[in-house]
Nanobody
Framework: QLQLVESGGGLVQPGGSLTLSCAAS????????MGWFRQAPGKQRELVAI???????NYADSVKGRFIISRDNAKNTVSLQMNGLKPEDTAVYSC????????????????WGPGTQVTVSS
């Protein structure tokens, strides 16, 4: 079973920066993608950024130019550098991973971390 643990959340003033980190542990054959989702109270969960094993990335329009996602495939870790934070970035951020449990798997499984709170406020 794969477990994801996030760190780096907290309180920051508008315009500040935070870096979130996620570490995957456990047994899995291959992780194909890792990324970050977020959910604010009263709103749907949305994709923030994701990166595939080949290095391709995808960002939400609201964070393009401000956030940078990076992944270490060998260590099965992913980080999210958040710059120029705005109050609307306030949410619970959850690490996400998907991959094959074993070489015999014919479909990918999805995994989620418990979430970490990011609050942007004066």
């Amino acid at each position: 079973q794969l477990q994801l643990v996030e760190s780096g959340g907290g309180l920051v003033q508008p315009g500040g920066s935070l870096t979130l980190s996620c570490a995957a542990s456990g047994s899995i054959f291959r992780i194909t993608a890792m990324g970050w989702f977020r959910q604010a109270p009263g709103k749907q969960r949305e994709l923030v950024a994701i990166v595939g094993s080949g290095g391709s990335t995808n960002y939400a329009d609201s964070v393009k130019g401000r956030f940078i996602i990076s992944r270490d495939n060998a260590k099965n870790t992913v980080s999210l550098q958040m710059n120029g934070l705005k109050p609307e970035d306030t949410a619970v951020y959850s690490c996400h991973a998907q991959g094959f449990y074993g070489a015999w798997s014919i479909r990918e499984n999805a995994y989620w971390g418990p979430g970490t709170q990011v609050t942007v406020s004066s």
